[in-house]
């Protein structure tokens, strides 16, 4: 079993790697299609608030205990570093780790920086990529603190969450956190709007990809759960939605086909998973012998 783990979250990593450039390219533009906050503030009056003389409308009295002070304009120095933060200048693991320390050291510095978002929505995939699951997860958990319809994080984690297959007390909470995150991204992505500098082309794969890891979510923490039927839809349609799939949902697909007696169709599954070269290889490939073998042996489910 930590075997097969192992395998689910090294490809997941090998197939993240491959969607960085789609996704950075919205990250350039903000967080996750968001255009970034501003350097400066806007030098715009706000309205009085009549019941409190010289308080912004809508705000909290500075003495209210839930008040949060003002996020300080960004100075020339912060906004260097936030660049450098966010500039890719490959898809090599070198290039990532570099990027990982400086949004490290852009945490420490600018604790308070009003691009927190997404600097930590670049660290979670990152962290992901150079294989550093458990920061990957921490800092997840930030970026949706500071951005709870931040899309991009919220597939990250409803995909890999079942992947790390969560053990102990809380393992059910888990596998209900990523479900709750998996069906945000459906909820949430036909409401983005595309940002500007990137075409229609790049946006639509973009919410392709994170489609796709929020369908695989889904299907595998059903899996998890023995909900074999209901995983199957989630897992096909991870593998419709973008020209690459990951094999780990061919790989899945397979084997809630098979533990449902579609045998056939498990042998579909596990035949498109062997063409993949990678880890799963082997496994796939004793997987349509054994789903064969159980086509010819025993009575198979209708379609």
Known sequence: MRSNQRKLLALSVIALAVILLSLSLAWAQGNNGQQPPPSKPQQQQPP??????GQPAGTLAPDDPNAKPAVPAATAEEDAAYKAVMEKKSNDPSDVSRRVQLAEDFVKKYPQSRYLPSVYSAMTLNYLIVGQTPKML???EKALQTNPGDVLVLALLGQTIPRANPSG???????????KYSKRVIELTPTLVKPEGLTDEDFAMANKQRLAMAHSGLGLVYFRRGKFAEAIPELEESTKLIPDPDPVNYYLLGMALEKTSHFDGAVAAFTKCNEIEGPLQAG???????????AATQLSAPK
């Open 284 to 294: 796939c490939k004793d997987g349509i012998a054994r789903a064969k073998k159980l």
């Open 48 to 53: 009085t608030n009549p019941n409190k003389p």
């Open 138 to 140: 921490e800092i997840g």
């Open 169 to 179: 007390p809380d393992g059910p909470q888990q596998l209900d956190k990523a479900e």
